[in-house]
Nanobody
């Protein structure tokens, strides 16, 4: 069992930066692919970024060049550095932990990011 707790959200002006953190409890963190997803009001949850157990990263086109995902396996934590934030980045951001074998899929409760002047 893995529990995920996100933090670091808040209110920021357009063009500003935030760093989200996701702390994982449980065993085997380094074996999980970690990801960030977001859901804006009235919209479906969408993919933001992922990082594999080997450190390979992938990003949604909408955040490429602005967001950076990273992980610290020693601290069981994954980060999302968000720069040049836009109003359209406003959403509830969720952390996920996934493995294929065995099939495991965990989600956090989310942290709110609001980009507004």
């Amino acid at each position: 069992q893995v529990q995920l707790v996100e933090s670091g959200g808040g209110l920021v002006q357009p063009g500003g930066s935030l760093r989200l953190s996701c702390a994982a409890s449980g065993t085997g963190f380094s074996l999980f692919a970690m990801g960030w997803y977001r859901q804006a009001p009235g919209k479906q949850r969408e993919f933001v970024a992922t990082i594999t157990s080997l450190g390979h990263t992938n990003y949604a086109d909408s955040v490429k060049g602005r967001f950076t995902i990273s992980r610290d396996n020693a601290k069981n934590t994954v980060f999302l550095q968000m720069n040049s934030l836009k109003a359209e980045d406003t959403a509830l951001y969720y952390c996920s932990a996934k493995r294929q074998i065995p099939a495991l899929d965990y989600w956090g409760q989310g942290t709110q990011v609001t980009v507004s002047s």
